[in-house]
């Protein structure tokens, strides 16, 4: 059974840094997208960066030029390196995983809270 844990999460004032982490585990099979989403209090979820295995990344305009994914393929795991944080990054940020089409496997979230 497939788990992807997050971690990294917290508190943190406008202008700081968080990094987080996702480790995927329960398959032997590498996923071919990984990526985080974000739910902010009271409104849908929405993506905030994807990476594949090749590298390629995607990012909400909204997080560009701040926020950085990465992946470590041999380790199934998900960085997400947040700079420059303003309180409408503030929300619970999910890992998420596909092997071909949408995300079909989600983590329980990490809490990140920006003061300003």
């Known amino acids: 059974q497939v788990q992807l844990v997050e971690s990294g999460g917290g508190l943190v004032q406008a202008g700081g840094s968080l990094r987080l982490s996702c480790v995927a585990s329960?398959?032997?099979?590498?996923?071919?997208?990984m990526g985080w989403y974000r739910q902010a209090p009271g409104k849908q979820r929405l993506l905030v960066a994807t990476?594949?295995?090749?590298?390629?990344?995607n990012y909400a305009d909204s997080v560009k030029g701040r926020f950085t994914i990465s992946r470590d393929n041999a380790k199934n795991t998900v960085y997400l390196q947040m700079n420059s944080l303003n309180p409408e990054d503030t929300g619970v940020y999910y890992c998420?995983?596909?092997?071909?089409?949408?995300?079909?496997?989600w983590g329980k979230g990490t809490l990140v809270t920006v003061s300003s």
């Open positions: 329960g398959s032997s099979l590498s996923f071919n997208k």
């Open positions: 990476i594949t295995t090749g590298s390629s990344t």
């Open positions: 998420a995983a596909s092997r071909i089409g949408d995300m079909t496997y």
